[in-house]
């Protein structure tokens, strides 16, 4: 069964810090990109960062460079968030989400994406 299970969520001051996991199972992780979305409450969820299959390769949105690392350990089939300088309007719900594709390169947009966790609630308090 494909399952993906964020943990690591929870509240914190603004400034804090961070690090979300996306746990793998039911499928060849070391295959697919996998993509990190936050969605708050009354907004669309939006990309955060991707790692892509292969090489590893990274993207961020602009609102997170700087400030967030996405790491992938395929040994463990689980994909890492660094947050750090976390601030209010990092508050939401976390998804982590894959697409099976050997592309070299990752995107963050929500339509590319094939399978969902159920996310992990980040608070970051002012």
């Known amino acids: 069964q494909f399952t993906l299970a964020e943990s690591g969520g929870g509240l914190v001051q603004s400034g804090g810090s961070l690090r979300l996991s996306c746990e793998a199972s039911?499928?060849?992780?070391?295959?697919?990109?996998i993509g990190w979305f936050r969605q708050a409450p009354g907004k669309d969820r939006e990309g955060v960062s991707c790692?892509?299959?292969?090489?590893?390769?990274?993207n961020y949105a602009d609102s997170v460079k700087g400030r967030f690392t996405i790491s992938r350990d395929n040994a463990k089939k689980t994909v890492y968030l660094q947050m750090n300088s976390l601030n209010p309007e990092d508050t939401g719900v976390y998804f982590c989400a894959a697409r099976g594709t050997s592309r070299a390169w990752c995107a963050l947009l929500r339509s590319d994406y094939d399978y969902w966790g159920q996310g992990t609630q980040v608070t970051v308090s002012s």
């Open positions: 039911g499928f060849t992780f070391g295959d697919y990109e």
């Open positions: 790692v892509s299959s292969g090489r590893g390769t990274t």
